[in-house]
């Protein structure tokens, strides 16, 4: 599924940096939403992004975490673990700009692109997962614990959207990584369990 979603991801995203009006027409515009009724613009701003960076950047880290979540979800659930999977993506994509949507829903000049919030479900819900596990960030010469990570991750994102200083959705980062720890604990809440011995395990 990981897979799936790359390759899907990567060719409208290609197409969109050559085709101004389908990159316009996919992008999220909560005031499209509310006044047009484009509610599909909940999911299909995640098929595109800004530019080649931005692309890359999204792909690689689910691309790095993807196949790690499906291995547990599949682990967890059997086959049912792909459906969970494609849902933990299309979730975090609507949920993570729904406080968006509430707060530029009357600015026709916001929009947004990227599947960020989608991928950070993704990346928490593995650290629901493995929570210890090492993760290496750029240009910083060591790694650093999935939840020390994540527990940062949370703080910088909540800071920086309080902030409004640069373009990037840190909203969508934040309410994306929140889903992916509930979405997940909801479909097994014994992983709370499981996550509160591993703590204990580590730091007592």
């Known amino acids: 599924m990981t897979y799936i979603i790359i390759a899907i991801t990567v060719i409208f995203s290609l197409i969109a940096f050559s085709n101004n009006r389908i990159f316009s027409k996919l992008t999220y515009q909560p005031f499209g939403i509310k006044y047009n009724h484009d509610g599909y613009r909940f999911f299909s701003y995640a098929l595109i992004h800004a530019d080649l960076v931005h692309l890359f950047v999204n792909m690689f880290v689910l691309y790095s975490f993807g196949n790690v979540v ?9 086959l049912k673990g792909f459906l969970y999977f494609l849902l933990l993506y ?6 993570s700009v729904t406080p968006a949507y509430e707060k530029h829903k009357d600015n026709p000049s916001y929009s947004a692109v990227g599947a960020s919030g989608a991928v950070s479900a993704v990346v ?3 650290i629901i997962f493995n929570p210890f596990a090492p993760i290496g960030i750029l240009f910083i010469p060591f790694s650093i614990p999935a939840i020390i990570f994540g527990a940062l991750y949370l703080i910088y994102s909540a800071y920086m959207n309080g902030k409004a200083v640069d373009n990037i959705g840190h909203d969508a980062h934040f309410w994306g990584a929140i889903f992916g720890i509930f979405f997940t604990i909801a479909l097994k809440p014994i992983l709370v369990l499981t996550l ?3 703590i204990i395990q580590k730091f007592f």
């Open 196 to 198: 509160y011995e591993s």
């Open 70 to 78: 499906e291995y547990f979800y599949t682990g967890l659930f059997g």
């Open 124 to 126: 928490f819900a593995s």
């Open 90 to 95: 299309l979730g975090g994509t609507v949920l």
